[in-house]
């Protein structure tokens, strides 16, 4: 599991923690029924707060990415691949609504906004 | 589990007040400047001095009730106190057995090795690092379910510090009913281990928050004079007037990023904490 | 307890070089001077130096630490009574054996062993000066303790002579009353010294405990 948490993020690190152990699922890295390290481990490996990696692995259960048994540790669960890509789409379609409103808001037209699609489509 | 219930202790001027807890399987941190009270808090705690009010139990019984069976499990390290510095290595691992019906010897022989710790050299001649990494290895020697550690990593440099950071991970690792209570003035010591954290002022804790808390909601934001008197200043805890216009330290980071794109974000952290909370107005 | 006195025992050991100086000069003085004051030489030596195991807790602040050890403020003045008396103890026979051989070679061997019971009376005589020592050192501290031992001394050689002064000037015989005590069967002092002693232990324990429960760290 790849785990690189950016500190001077805006994005706290709880959630980056679990969008990144999402993405270790999605990828198939992480396969169904593998053992996630344990909160104090990965805690001490990643020298954050046991409390932090709790929360990502709580986030994480309620999303349904994980079960967690309890006594035992915590497992990747037995999700639908597709429906995990189709929430990931679906979120980013909620960003994308998201920027546009707030365009609108600031006043752009339809024009501009295509156009600064276009400007970060051939930067990337 | 510790519980400290508006524990008060006069010395002169000085004036300690306090409460906090520790519960079962987690880190506390107790940060503060130099003469804040964070001393005086652990050594009430240890029964090390008489509070003048109030009442401080550890596992439901009372710190000055202490018996030698119920001091056993707890692992302590101050910061200014010791074995007798004219002991070897080798002579306190022998008084130790002899004090700990739990004494771990290998882990204890082992650790001192992989430190560079020499057992046969008096702790007069060992460099700061290496008295203070004894002083937590002699802590951690019984299985102690509650460490109890007064600035652990004082005068240190960065790779002393963390050495100690990792030997208390590795011991938390081990059973998840441990608990840890550490004091610093190095914040950044206590943000990647503590899951609490106590800010006391003038013997008085003027913050109680999460660590996670503090990281990701505190933030340091930073305008001019215009953008200053535009600001919604419901979830400003403290300002501060710089050179530029204002630092503004808010606990509510998402508002401000949200609703003022043009003004500068910064992450708290607790150095910021401490910096504003106990300065600023 | 037992860790107490372990690190006790290696705190002693520490003043190696100094315990084998002494010896070596009991010997010395064994064989000059002939006479059973090397037996309470060492004994007040040795006495000395197990109370200085108070010193070396004090020093750098040790005591905050050592009260954070799984023993209790009871146990561990308990512990330096103990202790003083188990070294004092020791120290008494390594001189009483001292005296002994001195004496075999010497060609008097017969006169030793009649003597050893008389010196028996170290002991407790010594003892008791420790339990004088102890509280003070744990109220004042190795320096302040110091001068306050001076004090007391210089105080009961005040009383002494002046109440010798007294008993002469109300004609009363002095002489005699050194006389008739020092007639007195070591049978009957020696049991009197340790009966005393074991009061002055208990008493001076129990002031002991007050002062190290009182005490801050």
Redesign the interface.
């Known amino acids: 599991m790849h785990i690189i948490l950016n500190n001077t993020s805006m994005v706290p690190i709880y959630e980056q923690l679990v969008n990144q152990v999402k993405n270790n699922i999605i990828s198939g890295e992480l396969p169904e029924n593998e053992a996630l390290p344990s909160v104090r481990a990965l805690s001490a490996e990643l020298r954050i707060s046991a409390l932090t990696v709790k929360k990502a692995y709580d986030k994480l259960e309620e999303e349904g990415f994980v079960v967690t048994v309890h006594g035992k540790g915590t497992y990747v669960a037995a999700t639908d691949k597709s429906l995990a890509m189709e929430a990931r789409r679906k979120s980013v379609e909620d960003d994308f609504a998201a920027a546009v409103s707030k365009a609108t808001a600031v006043g752009f037209t339809k024009e501009d906004i295509l156009e600064i699609v276009q400007i970060i489509l051939e930067e990337y | 589990m510790v519980k400290v219930d508006n524990l008060v202790k006069n010395y002169g001027d000085f004036h300690l007040e306090v409460s906090l807890e520790i519960p079962d399987g987690?880190?506390t941190g107790i940060v503060g400047k130099n003469g804040a009270g964070k001393s005086t808090t652990i050594?009430s705690i240890?029964?090390?001095?008489?509070p003048d009010q109030g009442s401080i139990t550890i596992n439901g019984k009372e710190a000055s009730q202490?018996?030698?069976?119920?001091?056993?499990s707890?692992g302590?390290a101050?910061s200014?106190?010791?074995?007798?510095?004219?002991?070897r290595v080798e002579?306190v691992t022998?008084?130790?057995?002899?004090?700990?019906p739990t004494f771990d010897e290998t882990f204890f022989r082992d650790n001192c090795k992989a430190q560079g710790l020499p057992f046969n050299k008096k702790i007069s001649e060992f460099s700061t690092g290496m008295k203070a990494k004894l002083r937590v290895l002699v802590a951690m020697s019984h299985r102690a379910s509650l460490l109890?550690m007064d600035e652990p990593t004082a005068g240190l440099d960065v790779e002393a510090r963390n050495d100690i950071?990792?030997l208390l991970?590795?011991y938390?690792?081990e059973d998840?009913k441990r608990s840890i209570l550490i004091t610093s003035h190095i914040s950044s010591d206590l943000?990647?281990?503590?899951?609490?954290i106590y800010l006391i002022h003038n013997g008085k804790v003027i913050l109680h928050e999460?660590?996670?808390a503090v990281?990701?909601?505190y933030a340091l934001l930073k305008m001019d004079e215009q953008a200053y008197s535009r600001l919604d200043k419901s979830y400003i805890l403290k300002e501060k007037k710089d050179s530029f216009g204002y630092s503004c330290f808010t606990n509510e980071?998402q508002f401000y990023?949200e609703n003022y794109p043009d003004i500068v974000?910064e992450?708290g952290n607790i150095d910021d904490l401490i910096l504003m909370m106990t300065g600023g107005n | 307890m037992r860790g107490l006195i372990e690190k006790d025992i290696r705190l002693t050991l520490i003043r190696k070089q100094t315990i084998v100086v002494f010896i070596a000069m009991a010997l010395f003085m064994g064989v000059s001077m002939n006479g059973s004051f090397v037996v309470a030489y060492l004994t007040m030596l040795a006495m000395m130096i197990a109370i200085g195991t108070l010193s070396y807790d004090e020093l750098d602040n040790g005591y905050a630490f050592l009260m954070t050890l799984p023993i209790d403020k009871k146990t561990y003045v308990k512990e330096k009574y103990l202790f003083t008396l188990g070294v004092s103890v020791i120290a008494w026979c390594i001189g009483a054996v001292l005296f002994c051989i001195v004496r075999v070679v010497q060609g008097n061997g017969g006169t030793a062993f009649a003597e050893l019971p008389e010196l028996m009376a170290i002991i407790p005589a010594m003892y008791m000066s420790g339990c004088i020592l102890i509280p003070l050192q744990l109220k004042y501290g190795a320096e302040k303790s110091r001068i306050a031992l001076f004090i007391i001394f210089g105080l009961i050689a005040v009383i002494i002579f002046g109440s010798t002064t007294l008993l002469s000037s109300m004609n009363i015989p002095v002489e005699g009353i050194s006389a008739s005590l020092d007639s007195i069967s070591t049978a009957v002092v020696i049991p009197v010294l340790c009966a005393l002693c074991i009061a002055a232990a208990f008493v001076s324990y129990l002031i002991s405990t007050k002062i190290m429960n009182k005490k801050e760290f």
């Open positions: 987690t880190v050594k240890l029964g090390l001095i008489s202490l018996t030698g069976t119920d001091k056993a707890i302590v101050l200014d106190s010791g074995f007798s510095q004219y002991l002579d022998c008084i130790l057995k002899k004090l700990y109890i950071l990792d991970r590795g938390l690792l998840e943000e990647g281990i503590c899951d609490d999460e660590t996670d990281l990701s909601n980071k990023a974000i992450n």
